[in-house]
């Protein structure tokens, strides 16, 4: 397993491998994290990292994945509070009060693809293996959020609307949002056909002409990275604090879960950020 990136560390902590993006170590009011395949105790096509649970792994695994993730990146295990996704659009903002949904207790709603908090103590946890992970972080008015950006997602634009939650809920000034889109399905590998590749065309404010490029006989690839960043500038980010990682899933399925590459018989990475206690 070679892994190669110019802006994404991998890091491991007790033969725990996670990656870290500098943009955001150097926001000490936050830890953050986002998952790899290494160090975790599920078999096969799970091996061993697997924090999703609704993927066919046994659940005791998964479970004691996520203390041992929790314990090497820094995370308080009774503090997470994971997202419902769907591929939709519902931001959601959780409290102390929410922690341990989706992992120690059941989800009690259905379609959140998107979380937001300011308090400490809560771990927002979002879920992937090829879609897009988008981290938020304003360090003026200490609020974070993680979104979960596939290409529905992603042409919702998600990316804007829970820069617009935390704007309206906790009034943060966009310029202050430190951004970070993380390891996902690259362009190099990320194949559509005509249908997805029409929603994406028709994005004409963000010109698509950037994020999108046609191989004949109706193939297309699509950058989701690159359309998510042109997406957090249209919120009001600025260029300078976002960054998109190198790092695409399917051209690192061994250190990532790919979805593509697995052809779906895979486990699930996860997105983990909390605001430190005092
Ligand atoms: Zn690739």
Not at 233 to 245: D, W
Request: charged share 20%; glycine share 8%; net charge negative.
């Amino acid at each position: 397993m070679i892994y190669n990136s110019k802006n994404t560390d991998l890091k491991f902590v007790d033969g725990v491998g996670f990656l870290q993006f500098p943009i955001l170590g150097r926001l000490d009011f936050i830890n953050h994290a986002f998952s790899t395949r290494v160090g975790g105790v599920s078999d096969g096509a799970y091996k061993s990292m697997n924090l999703n649970f609704k993927r066919g792994d046994d659940p005791e695994k998964v479970m004691e994945n996520y203390r041992i993730f929790c314990k090497a990146a820094g995370f308080d295990f009774d503090s997470l509070v994971s997202s419902s996704q769907d591929h939709n659009t519902f931001v959601r903002c959780v409290t102390k009060a929410d922690r341990g949904i989706g992992i120690t207790r059941p989800h009690d709603i259905e379609s959140v693809d998107a979380l937001v908090t300011n308090e400490p103590g809560v771990t927002l946890v979002t879920h992937y293996a090829d879609c897009t992970p988008i981290f938020l972080a304003d360090p003026e008015k200490k609020v974070i959020a993680l979104a979960h950006a596939g290409w529905r997602g992603t042409v919702s634009k998600i990316g804007e609307i829970t820069v617009e939650k935390m704007v309206s809920e906790y009034g943060c000034d966009p310029t202050d949002i430190i951004a970070v889109i993380g390891p996902a399905i690259g362009q190099c590998c990320y194949e559509v056909d005509t249908p997805v590749y029409e929603e994406f065309a028709c994005l004409t404010e963000l010109k698509p002409a950037y994020f999108t490029q046609m191989l004949g006989h109706g193939k297309y690839l699509v950058d989701l990275k690159e359309t998510n960043r042109r997406m957090l500038l249209e919120a009001g980010l600025l260029s300078i604090n976002i960054m998109i990682s190198d790092v695409c899933t399917k051209c690192n399925s061994g250190l990532l879960y790919s979805h593509r590459a697995s052809g779906g018989q895979r486990g699930g990475l996860v997105a983990m950020m909390c605001i430190n206690n005092e």
